[in-house]
């Protein structure tokens, strides 16, 4: 009975800890969801109901951010994560200077989100001076110039993408260069002996033995992708709906405190939307896990 108490007294300060700062706010969320023509300067409703969902899921903003976010999403997080591992396996085969590498890769993560965006804003905008470094490879393949900041929806979506995915890649590369090097190397040994191909020794061995990581990194990139908002804040400014480049986590902030804030109920309804599309990726990543990936 000792130990049990013990037991509860040493989890205490996380359990505490996750109330206040996880369970408390969710139950808080659903509260706000469900209390229909909520005043936030009151503190009063006219009743409970689902028409702060209705009226989210009918927003023509909000389904501008539902697009975006999936688009988003469906780019950025495959393309991320392959062209990391082909960077991963590019630094496993270079001996030398291959700490160096791995630093010089790794320094878009710890440079600050904002002073990047500036960075590809100034890189793709076209402007009465300059038409950005983009346009000048575009006119030599005669093609261009594209504003990329204040042009055509797609090529604000391109330039929206590459940001992401050139900031999540260092982080990416981190953890499979290290998955590559924790692989054993005997399994190699035995598969040079045998001449197995290199693709073979690649789907063989290679990616059933790092496929932990691989999954920890797209269910992380799911995640983190679907709350993307300050890349896009980082190229496009402020007010992301009238660039047609607005994200949900956007869409509640505005609802919260933009332009037309002060409706915290539309805010909690439409985070809990995406609270429930997240939880339905990550599910469906963690029932396909079960099948292809491999633990010792």
Known sequence: MK????????LLPALLFLGVFLVYPLVDVMIYSVEEGYNST???SFGVGLY???YVLRDPFFLMALRNTVLLVAITVPLSTGIALL????LASVKKLRHLFQTIYFLPYVTNTLAVGLVFMILFKKTPYTDGLANLFLRIFGAGPVDFIDGPYWAKMFVLCFYTIWVVMPFKILILTSALASVNDDYYKVARIDATP????????TLPMISPMLFYLIVTGFIGAFKAYSDAVALFGVNLNAAEMNTIVGYVYDMLYGDSGGYPSYAAAAALILFAIVLTVTTVNLMVSRKHVFYD
């Open 3 to 10: 130990s049990i108490l013990r037991a509860w007294l040493y």
């Open 42 to 44: 009151s503190g009063a």
């Open 52 to 54: 702060n969902f209705a």
């Open 87 to 90: 960077i991963s396996l590019g």
């Open 198 to 205: 290199r693709w073979r020794v690649f789907t063989r061995i």
